[in-house]
């Protein structure tokens, strides 16, 4: 079925790195942009960035510029999310999600319409 | 970046009761909005997208409504399972951003 399954749960010291994936299945893996949104613990939704699986090309949010790379392998259908220099703050799960683009009255739009369950990584000492 | 703002942070009412959850924008983002549901230790999953328009195999009990800078969710009976938080997104310019979310608990 139609799905994004993500890795496993993280810890990981301050200062360290983390990679997650996302794995999909079910669809044309090069045909959707893929985003990844974070939400600390008791937190709302906090959007990173995404990557286009068929180029490569990647968009950050200038947050996360210089700390996260995000990237893919269209052999495995599986994009990755990096983050380096870890820090307390980074503690949250983190979700990938599929850009769905729709025409409304001709205007294009995009919605989130397949998230995987989430990934949580812990930055603790 | 458009800020998205959403209160109240939280209500409660009663299952049948009509709840409207209001979303804000910082400026016009004409009907670039959309509205997910989050259940504890789940993921975020689309209720409506460009401010009113109902997803496939979600109940009609939702409805969206809004254009440019002020944005409505509700829900017109509640039931039960629409226990959550709910979210509000602009897709109008990047970054996407989200509202901080309105937890909606059942009396």
């Known amino acids: 079925q139609v799905q994004l399954v993500q890795s496993g749960s993280e810890v990981k010291m301050p200062g360290a790195s983390v990679k997650v994936s996302c794995k999909a299945s079910g669809y044309t893996f090069i045909g959707y942009f893929l985003h990844w949104v974070r939400q600390a613990p008791g937190q709302g939704l906090e959007w990173m960035g995404r990557?286009?699986?068929?180029?490569?090309?990647?968009d950050y949010a200038q947050k996360f510029q210089g700390s996260v790379t995000m990237t893919r392998d269209t052999s495995i259908s599986t994009v990755y999310m990096e983050l380096s220099r870890l820090t307390s703050d980074d503690t949250a799960v983190y979700y990938c999600a599929r850009q769905e683009n729709y025409y409304d009255s001709s205007d294009p739009d995009w919605y989130f319409g397949l998230w995987g369950r989430g990934t949580l990584v812990t930055v603790s000492s | 970046d458009i800020q998205m703002t959403q209160s109240p942070s939280s209500l409660s009412a009663s299952v049948g009761d009509r709840v409207t959850i209001p979303c804000r924008a910082s400026?016009?983002?004409?009907?670039?909005l959309n509205w997910y549901q989050q259940k504890p230790g789940k993921a975020p999953e689309l209720l409506i997208y460009g401010a009113s328009n109902l997803r496939n195999g979600v109940p009609s009990r939702f409805s969206g409504s809004g254009s440019g800078t002020d944005f409505t969710l509700t829900v017109s009976s509640l039931q039960p399972e629409d226990f959550g938080t709910y979210y509000c997104q602009q897709t109008y310019s990047s970054p996407a951003t989200f509202g901080p979310g309105t937890k909606v608990d059942i009396k």
């Open positions: 400026q016009t983002i004409s009907t670039y």
């Open positions: 990557v286009n699986p068929y180029s490569g090309a990647t």
